[in-house]
């Protein structure tokens, strides 16, 4: 941590500083500039953001800024390898590109069991499909709850694929659980700090994707929420953020990727329907995100978008996906052959 | 709701979109111009947002934008007069400016007696201190929960001040509206979709805070979550948006009152403290607070801000606290005039 | 200037950055913590900018932060006084609130005349009026040019205002500065940095307008420029921001007003007329940079906004602007006797 | 153009709104719906965004809403094929993935022979270097300005790359031209008019960066500025925006690729250096800009980035580049198989 002192603060303030520092446990390491004075705060064993708060808020301080990362088991530091889930068939942030498609909301037996078949025959290892529903009004459909994920269930049996679905509340983590492969947490609950603690200790995998206006390491702050609440099983999602530009409907923020790859060690996916909004860009921006290393994608499909009770612009048709999955292929085999060098590298 | 066709649809695709428009029970108002069809979708009754999802992903369609607000029971429509909220000795959105202020976490008995205390003597209405407490980080001090209550509670009774606490999870709604005056939703829970409808349930006023990157739009939909719920007694909050700006912790939105006034009846709260994230920034910016017609604010004061485990940077000393209720005096009387004007002229 | 190393930089990078730092002139003051290595640049003379710029580009450096603020002139270090600007009758950042109003462009004798003259009368000090205008679309009007600049002469003969108006190149300062008292930098051009130089040396005051997505720092720095090339004469404009917000034109910043105060000298002027983009909330903006501290506001007034060529709906009729400078005038009041008591307390 | 009157506006407002219509030349189609009056405006030859203006103002209009695009020069509905640039050996626009190279600054004779000479070696096709540099702080370096032109023509010659450069007013513009192939505009200037206008009469191809806070449909206004102007030589970059997340120096929209190729005919290049920042992210966003369709990128190279007297972090070593290249080539081969198949289609 440094702290720089404000340009005249004084002597008494300074002496004050760095007794609080020591009362923290830390060292002092002070430098004498021109203008003001800078001190260096080195140690381990006590509690860096208690001290950092503390000495942002007293007398003569300028700015307390922290060097090390607050973050510690989902740090690249912390472990260097990749970390791999296994779900279904599919092993995630290993030597597949993992693509996870479905309808955004179960909305009936036949929708779901089609649209299953359907991306399995094209190459997905997930079927996504949400049951219970983040609306931003509350008329909109909430989804069909326990019933939407009784279907899930049965169509991963009928096509072994594996399904993720989403959980909006604490209360529901063990409800979901029983029939999900992974659990989603979805954009606006990234900071439900309540959810995480308790998907820390669901023996599930989860897939948190990144809030509208959340920062990349508050992203990973909330990651190691779930980490250091008992699952390492954790896998991110880069969905786009929120920016003026409207032409899409968020802003996808694709640098996040090899920057996510520089910071953790956990799989990275990219949503490119939430990141769009528009079905026509959605196997654009696909191509992006298996050429920037992305491990996965995950994708919204509907049999017929404009019958879909949501999200129905950004749906890929069935055939929109089959064409997607082909004019992918070139790029997933270029992927490949960079993962397996990188994995001989290591 | 207002649909434009793509230029050189064809006239099936139009027809197609006019016939779902009917089947959502609407009528169909349509304008040749030169370069596209536009059509008008008139009627009540029918599904608006459902109609509209669904022309947004039909062939053909360029853009389908919604005319009406899609809220109802918060819009200046469905009511013209203010929402006045009674909490204690305090009517929010009346003729009086009301303070509401206390530390950001609740430490221990003395801390939350003292600061109790003395934001009463100098002008404070509600107490404001958190028992649950949304951390960036899990290593963070997460707050003493229910022993956090009981301390806010004996601090009511002490001082006669009403209670404004968080609560983090649909969970714990129960347990905080045993103790709270004001269940207060994080910005981070704004759109937890689950929580607002089990506060729609609970029988206590919410305080809402604007997500960080939320729209007014936004917030006024999830106030209409817990309206439509059952709870009529919702005030919002402005406490700051997420910008590039990087001198202060948010950017607060202060325009974002008079655009609330005009749409809403529900009463607006600022908060300068996280608004600024700054001690010295946040008189000032109560002055504009009062002086754009806020209903009221909600400010963080610390005994001693060096020591507060969360947000001490931001804190008000008792001292400072004092200082700015004195300097505020002045503005608060223009206001409470301009206020009484209005009710007159209503 | 702070460097810190990767973890696990090695010996030799730390020794090649302690050796650059020493060829820019600096010295090394070098903190081994427990994770990485931390470097103190210390020392005046050097080329503070070249050398981070030289650092962060330099193997094994993680980040490289500068401490010291990168302006001078314009520093509230450099100059503890305000700076004062006197224009015609005006004296912006001392004891009075100056408020400049007129039209977005100026149009026709007849509409600048009358806009001046009730301006005038209702208590503006400055005319403002576009003959030069940046427009987004080429097919938009772009201003009456010179003509326009006649106008604003004539007007200020009739009236005794004084008249602000912007300047879009550097290749036309010289003719601006023949008829304008102050020369006005818009927001799309405060990184126009051969107009700043321009500006620098023509002998008329300034005011600079904040950048749709600048930084207040950015801001400084511009100021600087203008400074530094040989004009002390310099005020600043929060002209709102771009973000995510489209119920207003732009969001206000409106904590930038105590924010520069804390940083600059120069004066600071609100625009709530671009701030809004909306006639009904200018009213109530102003009320908050009065009260927030600013030391005046720039207002669009027009005749008939109907008829406006451009920004109509932000403009306030002439009836509208008396409204509003008579229900400023209590908020007036507290503002000059706050600004006499800070002035007896220098 | 559809205007939507107020809930409640008067049967005279909605008179007069379309008397003002007729005024401007259009026709008029009104929809009378449950809640409000909804105005259709259809008709050619008036005068689009001025009626929009006027009815902004007008009493009782709560909203006025364009459809036909501002654009039209730019746009895809008027030239259905992509727009090719020929400069010197290249063809952008083409079926070929232009690549441009070179320092941030030019610096000296051996910097830029040696970087020239490396990237045109590993399949560059342009040179870029800046001569005129737009810098925050007016104590950085502001250039070599006409000597650095002449270093930059000296390598032309020497290796027959063509060379692109920035211009920063309309006052240099014809000295520029006389060295450049490819003039630059930077983001800073997106929407300085004046220069856009000059460029439209000067005679060489155009390079315009999209500003950091500009929408995709400014960046087409600002295009079409140029055209209309006379210069129909225009390609597009994106490189990056400003937004919240400051992990990388900007937030590289790279969705903008196919929403341009949607809307527009003009190339689109993609700067990874500067929508990064970071040295070690550039490769990666150079393979999500081939894969997603952009038409080439720009990209900084420095034979020694430590000793570059700006965008050092940024800039690829020689080697760094070379790499890259090789890297690339696949998903080069990827894209040209697209572009060829795409040309064979229309």
Chains 1, 2, 3, 4 share one sequence.
């Not at 060292?27 to 208690?50: F, P």
């Not at 063990?174 to 954009?187: F, K, R, S, W």
């Not at 439900?192 to 920062?215: D, E, I, M, Q, Y």
């Amino acid at each position: 941590m440094i702290i720089s002192m404000r340009p005249g603060a004084t002597k008494r303030e300074v002496e004050h500083v760095t007794e609080r520092i020591r009362e923290f446990g830390f060292r002092v390491h002070s430098i004498e500039g021109e203008e003001r004075v800078v001190i260096g705060v080195v140690g381990v064993g006590g509690d860096v953001e208690a001290c950092l708060e503390s000495l942002e808020a007293t007398p003569g301080v300028e700015k307390a800024v922290r060097i090390s990362a607050p973050y510690k088991f989902v740090s690249r530091e912390f472990r260097k390898e990749r970390t791999t889930i296994r779900v279904g068939a599919a092993e995630i942030g290993g030597d597949e590109f993992v693509t996870m498609a479905g309808p955004c909301s179960v909305e009936s037996e036949q929708q779901i069991m089609e649209t299953a078949e359907a991306v399995a025959a094209a190459g997905a290892k997930l079927l996504r499909g949400g049951a219970f529903k983040p609306r931003t009004s509350p008329y909109d459909f909430q989804g069909m709850e326990e019933a939407g994920l009784k279907l899930l269930a049965k169509a991963r049996e009928a096509t072994g694929l594996a399904v993720i679905t989403e959980v909006m509340s604490d209360r529901d983590v063990d409800l979901v659980a029983d029939y999900a492969d992974v659990m989603q947490i979805g954009a606006r609950n990234m900071q439900n700090f309540a959810l995480l603690k308790a998907l820390g200790r669901c023996g599930r995998p989860v897939l948190l994707k990144r809030g509208l206006s959340s920062t990349i390491k508050e992203l990973l702050m909330s990651a190691e929420y779930v980490v250091a609440h008992g699952n390492s099983q954790v896998m991110l999602c880069e969905r786009g953020i929120r920016t003026f530009e409207t032409a899409t409907r968020n802003t996808c923020d694709i640098t996040a990727v090899p920057v996510l790859n520089e910071m953790t060690h956990l799989p990275v996916i990219v949503d490119p329907s939430h990141a769009t909004g528009k079905r026509s860009l959605v196997p654009a921006l696909a191509k992006a995100a298996v050429a920037i290393g992305a491990d996965g994608m995950i994708v919204e499909v509907h049999p017929c978008p404009e019958k879909a009770v949501s999200d129905g612009a950004q749906s890929l048709t069935i055939q929109g996906f089959r064409d997607m999955m082909r004019d992918l292929s070139g790029y997933i085999e270029l992927w490949k052959k960079e993962r397996l060098a990188e994995m001989v590298a290591v």
